[in-house]
């Protein structure tokens, strides 16, 4: 019988890892906005920029963080929170924990989701709140951001530290590590507000549905019309976004949720590094309303609702999968599957069943192909100009294929001999017949 080890990274790796986050990714994070939004999104001209004034010139391009920026985040954390506590939902079990936990949850997420935008649209609708602003101040927004973000993490730290909300949750015996990749699995605050969720869920990649419909206002607004371009990645954005949120819960069950503990790889991922980089491709196309024409605009949407659609579909089959106890048909036939045992780290003997059919039975990881392929598709409408607005595309696929492998290694020292038996079903790790 396997068992399931409380995988914790190598100090190496997590100080490498955490030095670069914290010195490269937020200098990162700005000049990506300066780049896009003041470089016409050119890397070669900032880095002449740069070339020609030096340490100096990056830090005058630095915004500062303003009043109208922290309010701006303010009131969209305190809206989203309030959603997140107060919107009906049905109430949803997740998965068992390593310390033999099953957190409970309020699956209200495509309410909150629909409020947000329907509010949105209606305050710029109404003269209220012009989304313009948030573009105007999005690199002091993204400051804020990134000096909020790590404060509100070293908050995480001193939670798990002092006022734990389960046993999923525990100090490596190294301060840094514990900073890094988190000292609890489902931080609460009081019985009912989850922390992972309202950071990678209703802030993080709501943000990223947000952000996408204040470019394409923008546009509207500087130019008096939004480009076909712009309309195609807006969607295509929006689709997955909306997609994501119809299923919530399914995420619930996932590694960012059910695995990787709330630290500042995590948190600060989802409050920074979703709003700037995720976004990204749109942000480029605000000031670049490139005109596809009505063929090339259907296909490049077409293909990127079709690859949106099969990653979903990915994710459910094996959710259903595991929901009905392996009883769910899996394209239209009975699923194979392994039958396979596993101890948590309180030492209790538990069952799970691993899919070897269907899209599982293509390749182990085979929903990142298509997850790497939308992401390209709504990026192509910024056609081949400059290379930054695939820089999203290139981080992805790294991110993923190194999750990938992360997975495989989790799963073989959880399940031991019947992963290995997995392997020999399926053999290839994310490609069919290549990788
Ligand atoms: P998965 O949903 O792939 O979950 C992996 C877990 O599923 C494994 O740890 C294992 O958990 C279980 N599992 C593995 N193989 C099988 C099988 N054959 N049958 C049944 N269960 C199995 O993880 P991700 O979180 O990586 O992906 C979820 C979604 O999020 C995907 O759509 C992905 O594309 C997307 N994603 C997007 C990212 C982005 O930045 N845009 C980043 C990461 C993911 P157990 O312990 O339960 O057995």
Partial sequence: MASESNMVHSPMVTYASMLSLLTLCPPFVILLWYTMVHADGS???????????????????????????WKIIACYAAFEAALQLWLPGKRVEGPISPAGNRPIYKANGIAAYAVTLITYLG???????????????????????????????IFLYIKGLVAPSSTDSGSSGNIIIDFYWGMELYPRIGKNFDVKVFTNCRFGMMSWAVLAVTYCIK?????????????????????????????????WNTMDIAHDRAGFYICWGCLVWVPSVYTSPGMYLVNHPVNLGVQLALYILVAGILCIYINYDCDRQRQEFRRTNGKALVWGKAPSKIHASYTTTSGE??????????????????HYAPEISAAFFWTLPALFNHFLPYFYVVFLTILLFDRAKRDDDRCRSKYGKYWKLYCEKVPYRIIPGIY
């Avoid at 004034?53 to 630095?62: R, T």
């Avoid at 195609?232 to 929006?238: A, D, F, G, R």
């Fill in 349 to 366: 003997t538990k069952s799970s069943l691993l899919l070897t059919s269907g899209w599982w039975g293509l390749s182990r990881h085979f």
């Fill in 123 to 153: 305050l710029w609708w109404f003269g209220i709140f012009n989304p313009t602003i948030v573009y105007d101040h999005l690199g002091e927004i993204f400051s804020a951001l990134i000096f909020g973000s790590f404060i509100f993490c």
């Fill in 219 to 251: 546009q509207y607004e500087t130019y008096g019309r939004v480009s076909d371009s712009m309309l195609v990645n807006t969607i295509l954005m929006l689709v997955y976004v909306t997609k994501f949120f119809w299923w919530e819960a399914g995420y």
């Fill in 43 to 69: 890397v070669l001209q900032t880095t002449n920029y740069l070339r020609e004034h030096g340490l100096q010139g990056f830090i005058n391009i630095w915004p500062k963080p303003t009043a109208t920026a």
